[in-house]
């Protein structure tokens, strides 16, 4: 059965719908226990939050870590167009995967230190 985000994916050419495909599996690997949801009209997973968001493009995979995932890594994304908030990777280079997973990673734990400090008040 198809759910929003093969819905979402399915919209797009088939090297992007690659692309797509690829960044959901990073990030399902990454996050085995997020739930995969539409936000923004993008695919995105929550865990305690929202870790992390993806859209596609004409030319890029846009990857929305929020601007706490976008702080931590920013030196890493040199050879990319990336803002407080995103990241593109053009769709004719591979994705960064093991890079992809660490943000992904981070973002678990962001948003875990941040809904256990809300328990504490």
């Given at each position: 059965?198809?759910?929003?985000?093969?819905?979402?994916?399915?919209?797009?050419?088939?090297d992007t719908r690659l692309k797509?495909?690829?960044i959901r599996q990073i990030i399902k690997k990454a996050a085995p226990n997020a739930q995969e949801i539409i936000s923004y009209?993008?695919?995105?997973y929550k865990q305690n939050g929202i870790l992390v968001y993806?859209?596609?493009?004409k030319n890029h995979i846009g990857f929305y870590p929020t601007s706490r995932g976008i702080?931590?890594?920013?030196?890493?994304?040199?050879?990319y167009k990336w803002s407080k908030g995103a990241v593109q990777f053009p769709l004719n280079e591979?994705?960064?995967?093991?890079?992809?997973?660490?943000?992904?990673?981070?973002?678990?734990?962001?948003?875990?230190?941040?809904?256990?400090?809300k328990m504490k008040k």
């Open positions: 059965m198809k759910n929003l985000v093969d819905f979402y994916i399915s919209e797009f050419s088939l797509l495909e690829e009209k993008m695919p995105a993806f859209a596609g493009y702080e931590k890594f920013k030196n890493e994304f040199i050879k591979p994705l960064p995967k093991q890079l992809i997973s660490r943000i992904v990673r981070a973002r678990i734990t962001d948003e875990k230190i941040k809904a256990e400090s």
